[in-house]
């Protein structure tokens, strides 16, 4: 697949020309390393300066990093003139290290990560995001012992246990433990991920306290009923069926990795906890972007078209994503274990496979917008706590997002894709950056991104932000 940018590229470079050689070679999908000549930067057929053609990427092995997978196996990357060479992350702190490094180019990220360092919880950093990669896409898994446990504690219909569960069925287990003087442990991939905001707000809409960090904690563990910690994500499965932990909150394969393996059983997903959450996000150090703002508007454009591609004609692609996921190179996990998940379905015990359709959404609902008020719940749960350790007014939260969040980014990426035909108008949504407040979480409490304040006094628990 080959664009007018692309061809103009190729006749524009022509001290890059033995790099394109050993490219097409390739086949037009494996980037050759970052080139001096790539520095100077390129033109594309429109006129615009991509100041650094040649990238490369991180990404966790998990399947919400498709749409970077899809935007080079698809061509969408080299359509906007971009050479990527996508490279798997140990894990979440090593990516970011990175990407502040400038070792990586950009990153799949968790939503958090842009966020925790912009604050300077860990890793004090300017780190922004032009987009958002998905919504939805992680789940609860316990062993097999504490599922054993909690079945008695599970309401039933037709011989199945009846969804969203809620952690009150772990309550009687918690208090097993105890009484057996055992800690009961739960495993969450980065202090500042969806899954330790999931798996806290789950417990805690139970009554169960998962813990606060402070000056002296940064552990997260102080007052905490359930021990939680950091697992990298493609070793959750191994840790659990160690017996290291006793369950854990990570996006998919890992989830159903667990039921295959027989070792657990998810318990609940995101979607169920917060419908339609926002969960990865595309990362780059502010410096980054600043020196590079054509090329990351041509990355924006790439990864938009990949997520519309991922969810188009009712996901009719999926199958083929699946098989891209499952190389090696990417999620490098087995492909019926990633259509478990991957193509609008979910299995929570061993042959109860459910419908789940909005799993995984990549494109649908707006999913690619950087929302401000995304931002803002994740800060909310900062504070909530303990990572962010004093009270703060509302425009606090309003100033932090515009600093980390970049809808300008994303909305010029929108307008030329619209004018390319790759976007409808439809699909380029009318806001301000807020979206409408939304009771869809397992509490039913709800949220509006334009009182964070208002919202964080509503929990019965989690710290206040009294001001």
């Known amino acids: ?40 930067g390129t033109q594309t057929a429109s006129g615009d300066v991509i100041e650094k053609p040649e990238l490369v990427l991180g990404f966790i ?48 990220m968790l939503a958090g990560q842009p966020i925790g360092a912009t604050i300077g919880f860990g890793t004090k950093a300017e780190v922004v995001t032009p987009l958002s990669m998905d919504l939805n896409g992680n789940g609860i898994t316990v062993s097999n012992e504490v599922w054993q446990a909690m079945k008695p504690h599970i309401p039933t219909e037709n011989g199945k246990p009846v969804h ?22 739960m495993g969450m991939v980065f202090p500042v991920s969806t899954h330790n905001y999931e798996l806290r707000y789950w417990l805690a809409a139970a009554g169960i306290s998962p813990g606060y960090y402070t000056e002296s904690d940064i552990t997260g563990t102080t007052d905490a009923d359930v021990l939680l910690s950091v697992t990298p994500p493609p070793q959750m499965p191994a840790t659990l069926e160690a017996g290291t932990i006793n369950g854990y ?79 090696p190179e990417y999620a490098g996990a087995d492909p019926e274990v990633i259509a478990n998940s991957m193509t609008g379905t979910f299995e929570y015990e061993k042959g109860d496979k459910r419908s789940l359709p909005d799993f995984n959404v990549f494109f649908r609902f707006h999913a690619t917008y950087p929302y401000y008020s995304d931002c803002i719940w994740y800060l909310t749960q900062m504070r909530r706590w303990g990572q962010i350790t004093t009270s703060h007014s509302n425009e606090w939260y309003f100033e932090t997002a515009r600093k980390v969040y970049l809808p300008e980014v994303w909305l010029e990426a929108a307008r030329r894709l619209e004018q390319e035909g790759h976007l409808t108008k439809e699909e380029i949504p009318e806001t301000d950056g807020f979206k409408p407040a939304t009771g869809d979480f397992i509490d039913g409490i709800i949220y509006d991104g334009r009182d964070p304040v208002g919202y964080l006094n509503k929990f019965s628990v989690g710290l206040k932000d009294n001001l």
């Open 61 to 108: 092995k998990l399947t919400d990093m498709a749409p970077l997978a899809i935007a080079k196996e698809k061509g969408f990357f080299e359509e906007e003139g971009l050479y990527v060479r996508l490279e798997a992350q140990a894990n979440w702190k090593v990516l970011l290290d990175r990407v502040i490094s400038g070792e990586l180019d950009g990153a799949h």
């Open 164 to 185: 969203p569960i809620s952690a009150a069925a772990l309550q009687p287990v918690l208090e097993k433990f105890r009484n057996e003087g055992r800690p009961f442990r």
């Open 249 to 327: 909150c990570v996006g998919e394969p890992w989830n159903q990795q667990a039921v295959f393996k027989g070792i657990g059983v998810p318990v609940i997903t995101d979607y169920e906890i917060w419908k339609n959450n926002p969960e990865k996000v595309f990362g780059v150090s502010k410096a980054w972007a600043d020196r590079h703002p054509n090329t990351l508007i041509a990355i924006t454009k790439a990864l938009i078209r990949a997520c519309k591609w991922l969810d188009e004609n009712e996901m009719a692609n999926r199958a083929e994503a699946v098989a891209i996921l499952a190389r």
């Open 1 to 40: 697949m080959k664009s007018t940018t692309t061809h103009y590229w190729l006749m524009a470079t022509a001290s890059a020309i033995v790099t394109i050689l050993v490219f097409a070679a390739c086949g037009g999908r494996t980037s050759s390393p970052v080139t001096e000549a790539s520095a100077a």
